[in-house]
C-alpha cells in the first residue's frame, strides 16, 4: 500500500518516484542496440510494469472490481488477475517479475523475414513482439510512438514524467506509459501467458485505447491485449491519484505521439497454427 505521503506528493504532480521492483535478480531482458536513454527508459519500464501489474493483485477488491468490469466480463477476474500473476511472478517470493520475462530480447527494428520483410515502426505503432511463441521473443520499443511516453514520475532528454498533475480529467492517452505499453506485450508472450489463457493475446479491430478497450465486446476482452494494459493503467492511477476519472471519449485516445490517432502495439506472426 502507498503511504500517505507518497500519495499526497503525487496529487500535486512532484517528480517524485513511484514504488518500484528490481528486476535484476529473475527477469531482467537482454537489450540491444539502443542508446544510452533508451535504455534507461525500457529498464524503468521493466520496473513499472512489474509494479502495474502487482495492483490487481493487491488492491482490495471493492477498488479493483468497478474498473475491472469496464473492460471485462466479472466472470473473467480469476483470468485476468492470473494473467497478472504470470507477470509478477509469486509476490510471496519477492517482486522481481517472472523469470519468464527474462527470455525477452529487446532489440531495434528490423525487416521481419515472416511477414514479407516489413518494418514494425511506423507512426502509430509504440512496440511489437516478434516470434511471440518461441523461446526467446524479440521485443522492439519504437521511436516517437514508443519512447514518447514516460515513465511513472520519470522523464526523460525531450520526454515528459507521467504523474496525476500531467493527466486529463478523464481516462486519456496521458494515463500511457512504457510500463503499460510492456503489459500489453507481454500478454502476447506465449510462453508467459498460456495458461491461464489457451492463447496469446491478439489486437482486436476497434480495441485499441482507452475508448476502444471499453467498448470492446467483453465476450473478446481476454483475447485483447489493450484490455489488460488499460485496465491495469486506470486501476493504478485511480489509487496513486486517489480519484475516479471520468470516461475516455473517442477523442481521449488521439495521442500526439501517434500523428493524432490511437497509438498502437503490435505482434508478430506465430511460428505455430492456431488451431
Not at 544510452?36 to 479493483?64: C, M, S, W
Amino acid at each position: 500500500m502507498l503511504t500517505n505521503t507518497f500519495l499526497s506528493l503525487l496529487l500535486t504532480g512532484a517528480a517524485v518516484a513511484s514504488p518500484t521492483f528490481s528486476i535484476s535478480k529473475r527477469a531482467n531482458p537482454t537489450i540491444k542496440g539502443y542508446n544510452d536513454q533508451h535504455k534507461k527508459q525500457i529498464e524503468d519500464g521493466f520496473a513499472d510494469a512489474i509494479n502495474l501489474a502487482t495492483y490487481p493483485q493487491t488492491i482490495p477488491a471493492a477498488r479493483v472490481d468497478p474498473i475491472l468490469k469496464k473492460y471485462f466480463h466479472e466472470k473473467d477476474k480469476n483470468t485476468v488477475i492470473d494473467v497478472f500473476k504470470k507477470i509478477t511472478g509469486d509476490l510471496t517470493k519477492g517482486k522481481d517479475g517472472s523469470a519468464t520475462l527474462g527470455d525477452l530480447h529487446v532489440v531495434i527494428d528490423y525487416p521481419d523475414p515472416d511477414d514479407n520483410n516489413v518494418l514494425a515502426c511506423d507512426g502509430d505503432t509504440m512496440a511489437e513482439l516478434r516470434g511471440i511463441d518461441e523461446k526467446h521473443p524479440k521485443l522492439i520499443i519504437c521511436e516517437g510512438a514508443g519512447f514518447g511516453h514516460g515513465g511513472v514520475s520519470k522523464g526523460y532528454h525531450g520526454v515528459k514524467a507521467i504523474d496525476c498533475g500531467y493527466l486529463d480529467e478523464e481516462v486519456s492517452w496521458k494515463m500511457e506509459t512504457m510500463g503499460s505499453i510492456l503489459i500489453h506485450e507481454y500478454t502476447h508472450f506465449t510462453n508467459l501467458v498460456v495458461p491461464p489463457l489457451k492463447d496469446e493475446t491478439d489486437d482486436i479491430k476497434g480495441g485499441y485505447g482507452p475508448h476502444g478497450a471499453r467498448h470492446l465486446n467483453k465476450d473478446k476482452a481476454t483475447n485483447n491485449a489493450d484490455n489488460y494494459s488499460w485496465f491495469a493503467a486506470e486501476l493504478f492511477w485511480s489509487e496513486v491519484c486517489g480519484k475516479s476519472f471520468k470516461d475516455p471519449t473517442e477523442k481521449s485516445s488521439e495521442d500526439p505521439h501517434c500523428g493524432g490517432q490511437v497509438c498502437q502495439a503490435t505482434k508478430g506472426k506465430p511460428k505455430r497454427k492456431k488451431n
